[in-house]
């Protein structure tokens, strides 16, 4: 490729990646809404749109009018500066994950992600460590007792789920032999041996559920969202943040909870694979895309049905829970996958 | 084909730029859409309605900084096992599987023993 199809390329791929993740989010927020009143015997929002749908539209819209009101203590360049800090990262994981089979314009070869590189679990890894840092900038520049609060709790929380976060990784690395995002899912490719069941990275399963926790509590979501505890703390770091400032947080946590679960899908439930039927041309790449979908949006409704279901946990339980089980079975984990896997590729040491 | 390595980062750069125009943009409009009539009510920092009672940074308890520290260490622990993980297998083919194996515990059963002290330090109990 030529230096100009490069741009190009990376241009059509970063505006198809803000229209899909913008008009995800405002699916997101309405799934949301809808079930969590599902769960709690509500309606949810039903008034604009057809179902509601268009009520995050509507939000949006109001928040884009309203006033951003700056308090006068603020430290104004940081205070500006958090929300976007917040939402940059959380767009850019997204442009390493592959929604779909890589297919055919004439005789060049597309992949279905925004760019496969060959770094992409510690990509990952880094951008959602700089998360920590909006939530800090946020908390200490609003000059304010209970966003500080929020933030130096967000921080000490998030910066100990990272840890468990990268750590259960570890096996899947040795597994897969690859940290590129593109090969882990050819990789799980086909089904086990003869078997009717599908080659998934889910035989993690203790990595499976490490990550997802640990993603959970990266997102801050319930039932580790006392960083937002609005019982305790108002509404944690972002509570001197109004109008379109506040909106950016907003879009970050759901652009944040849609790229936990699509890495999650892609790391051990498979990514796009699923059945196409042998169906021809145009099914073999939309159905792929379709399945991505399917998958992600069930983690996210695990995401709410999780907020809905568990009260929040006491932050000495958080901590306590992240750094006296996660992490030592995380690091125990590393230890007999790796014994696991060799004895599997090699044989027993003495036979 | 270093052309395809550096397209794959130009992608990123162009994202990123991309980003930060349309997020800059969006605060530039909402600023230039939105009604802005502070007063001095209106700007005083939040604390549950009533006037707020001395100065706003408060001092936060040392207990959230030693996670910080122990972070560090496991962040950078992490940062020693990919490399490892992702070379393991042709160390295993050069016939020297079990040396790598045993390094690795070694190193985890230090850090463990450094978590394990950090606890019963006390590190994290709440009172």
């Known amino acids: ?81 958090a929300p976007v800090a917040a939402l940059v990262p959380a767009l850019l994981i997204f442009l390493v994950v592959p929604i779909g089979r890589p297919f055919h314009i004439g005789d060049r070869l597309i992949d279905l992600s925004g760019t496969d590189l060959n770094i992409g679990l510690l990509y990952i890894l880094a951008l959602s460590s700089l998360a920590v840092y909006a939530v800090v900038l946020a908390g200490w520049s609003s000059g304010s007792k209970y966003p500080l609060l929020g933030a130096v709790r967000a921080s000490a929380q998030m910066i100990s789920y990272e840890a468990a976060m990268g750590l259960a990784l570890v096996p899947l690395i040795l597994f897969t032999g690859t940290t590129s995002l593109k090969q882990i899912v050819e990789i799980q490719g086909g089904s086990f041996g003869d078997t009717f069941l599908p080659a998934w990275n889910v035989v993690l399963i203790p990595s499976f559920l490490i990550f997802f926790i640990a993603g959970i509590a990266e997102t801050n979501r319930a039932p580790f969202d006392l960083v937002e505890a609005e019982s305790e703390i108002v509404g944690g770091y972002h509570t001197e ?16 909870i849609f790229n936990i679960a699509a890495i999650t899908v892609t790391l051990f439930l498979g990514g796009w694979h699923g059945p196409t039927f ?9 159905l792929p895309i379709f399945w991505f979908l399917a998958k992600s949006m069930a983690l996210v409704f695990v995401f709410v049905w999780v907020r809905a279901t568990l009260p929040r946990m006491r932050y000495d339980q958080l901590m306590s829970f992240g750094w006296k089980r996660l992490i030592p079975v995380s690091l125990l984990w590393i230890a007999l996958s790796t014994l696991a896997i060799g004895v599997r590729r090699m044989g027993l040491p003495w036979t | 084909m270093p052309n395809q390595y550096f397209g794959d980062y130009i992608t990123v750069l162009v994202f990123m730029a991309v980003g930060a125009i349309i997020v800059g943009g969006a605060v530039v409009a909402a600023s230039l859409l939105a009604p802005n009539h502070p007063n001095k009510t209106k700007s005083e920092i939040y604390e549950c309605g009533i006037n707020p009672v001395g100065g706003g940074w408060s001092q936060s308890h040392i207990r959230y900084y030693i996670f910080a520290l122990l972070f560090l260490i496991f962040d950078v622990e992490a940062i020693f096992i990919f490399p490892w993980a992702l070379k393991v297998e042709s160390f295993a083919e050069a016939g020297m599987g079990g040396f790598i194996f045993v390094e690795m515990v070694i190193f985890i059963v230090i850090l463990l023993l450094g978590l394990v002290y950090a606890i019963r330090k006390g590190v994290l109990r709440w009172e």
């Open chain 1, 278 to 286: 042998g169906l021809g041309a145009p099914f073999d790449w939309v």
């Open chain 1, 1 to 81: 490729m030529t230096g100009w199809e490069i741009f190009l390329t990376a241009a059509i791929k970063t505006v198809a990646a803000f229209a899909f993740l913008l008009t995800l989010t405002i699916i997101l927020v309405w799934f949301e809404r809808k079930t969590v009143a599902d769960l709690q015997n509500r309606i949810g929002p039903n008034r604009a749109g057809p179902w509601g749908l268009l009520q995050t539209v509507a939000d949006g819209a109001k928040l884009l009018f309203k006033e951003s009101v700056t308090p006068r203590k603020v430290e104004f360049g940081l205070y500006i500066a």
């Open chain 1, 241 to 256: 943040y109004s109008g379109f400032r506040f909106a950016m947080f907003f879009l970050a946590e759901y652009i944040n």
